[in-house]
């Protein structure tokens, strides 16, 4: 756990290296990020994750306008959605609010703050979408498969059904040992970035199943892995260096 006073002081030493535009210790400096796959992609889709969300709705709102605003033709969710089950309602009510459907896969903290995940699943399927645990959606229209992981594993992946497959995961660690076919994509969250980033260093702590892969593009042993730094906080309130994002993804 790192204390105010610690925050404020790596900070501070931080600041005389940083880019203005990113250094802000505001967690809610929301920023949209792009991730062109190839040249000649036409499918736009959003992703967000590490929602985390307690009670925050100002921000939520935000939140849920920036991606309204992209017109996506769907959005992706890898994890973490509330830590507490009391939010969990509020949380899938602005899940709901999203104009394009939008498919997620469960993070720990879905599974340990014990909210039902028939209630994910009726948020999500409200949408358009689906809540996907070790288990996938076709979505024919654009010849794409999405795969959505339990929380350490596929035990249910079937051969592929479809030209073009999309894996939603929560530790990013876990690209490296899928096993099987490679996929064309591959979206994560979990690491938060690290929240607090030094220039020239990175980040300052990692939680466990991050691996080498803290922030942004990555080739995994699973294929092309993108790590999302989150939408909330966890453990302290703070971002430095490490703005909270949607990536909106051409492929």
């Known amino acids: 756990m790192m204390t105010r006073r610690k925050f404020l002081s790596l900070a501070a030493l931080a600041l005389p290296g940083a880019v203005a535009a990113e250094a802000c ?6 920023r949209v990020a792009q991730l062109p796959l190839n040249s000649g992609g036409t499918l736009r889709f959003a992703h967000f994750t590490d929602f985390h969300y307690k009670g925050n709705a100002g921000y939520a709102e935000h939140l849920v306008s920036t991606i309204n605003q992209l017109h996506p033709e769907f959005v992706c969710f890898t994890g973490d959605l509330v830590e507490d ?56 229209e654009h010849d794409l498969e999405i795969v959505g992981m339990a929380l350490i594993g596929i035990h249910a992946l079937k051969p592929a059904q479809a030209s073009r497959r999309l ?11 899928l096993g099987g076919p490679r996929f064309d994509l591959i979206l994560s969250g979990h690491s938060h970035g690290g929240q607090v980033r030094l220039p020239f260093y990175g980040a300052l702590a990692l939680p ?5 892969y803290d922030l942004g593009y990555f080739e995994s042993k699973g294929g092309p892995l993108y790590v999302n730094p989150g ?10 260096n490490c703005r909270p994002e949607v990536t909106l993804v051409t492929m």
Not at 25 to 30: C, D, I, S
Not at 208 to 212: A, E, K, R
């Open 231 to 240: 939408i909330g906080t966890y453990s302290f309130p703070y971002r430095f």
């Open 85 to 140: 089950k009391r939010f969990a309602a509020g949380a899938l009510e602005f899940i709901r609010k999203i104009k394009a459907p939008v498919y997620g896969s469960p993070g720990n903290h879905d599974y340990r703050c014990r909210a039902p995940f028939a209630d994910y699943e009726e948020a999500f399927g409200a949408t358009g979408g689906e809540w996907l645990v070790d288990r996938s959606v076709v979505i024919a």
């Open 167 to 177: 894996l939603l995961l929560h530790y990013p660690a876990m690209a490296d040992s």
């Open 25 to 30: 210790v505001e967690p809610t400096n929301l």
């Open 208 to 212: 466990w199943g991050v691996g080498p």
